[in-house]
């Protein structure tokens, strides 16, 4: 098995789309604006990635059970600076300053930071963060941001 697609709660769902489409460039593929069943299904190339659910009555909460992040790859340590630009220039919330390691002397790792609602999330590549500093010492970078 594999992942198929994973769902959000939200609590603002044209403020998300926002988000989601602008900062992350996933396409709108359908969407249900009823009152009371707010909910978007986004995607690439077709293929249905994430769904949006408006009915979240407040933030993502890091200490309740459920979803710790939602991780994204990227090809390249390239493409990862790309969308750290487009997102600090959004003003978005970052965990770490710039690309980090997913461990000490780890080829691989990303960026980490949060949806408007808080959700933790990460965009990285399989390679190029060798350089990059691990901000905790002894566990996984995305496992206590």
């Known amino acids: 098995m594999r ?3 994973v769902g959000l709660n939200v609590t603002d769902l044209t403020r998300s789309l926002a988000f989601y489409e602008g900062a992350l460039g996933f396409e709108l593929l359908g969407e249900g604006k009823e009152e009371g069943r707010r909910f978007a ?11 949006l659910w408006q009915q979240a009555g407040a933030a993502y909460a890091p200490a309740a059970a459920g979803l710790h992040h939602l991780a994204l ?10 969308y750290e630009e487009r997102l600090r220039g959004l003003g978005v919330d970052f965990a770490y300053e710039g690309v980090v ?7 691989s790792g990303g960026i980490f930071f949060h949806d408007p609602d808080g ?12 350089e990059a500093p691990a901000p905790t010492s002894g566990a996984p970078t995305c496992g206590f941001f």
């Open 73 to 82: 790859s990227a090809a390249t340590i390239g493409e990862v600076r790309a």
């Open 41 to 51: 299904f986004l995607g690439q190339d077709g293929e249905l990635v994430l769904t």
């Open 3 to 5: 992942t198929g697609h």
């Open 119 to 130: 959700t933790r999330l990460e965009i990285s590549a399989p390679a190029g963060a060798e």
């Open 101 to 107: 390691a997913h461990g000490e002397g780890r080829a």
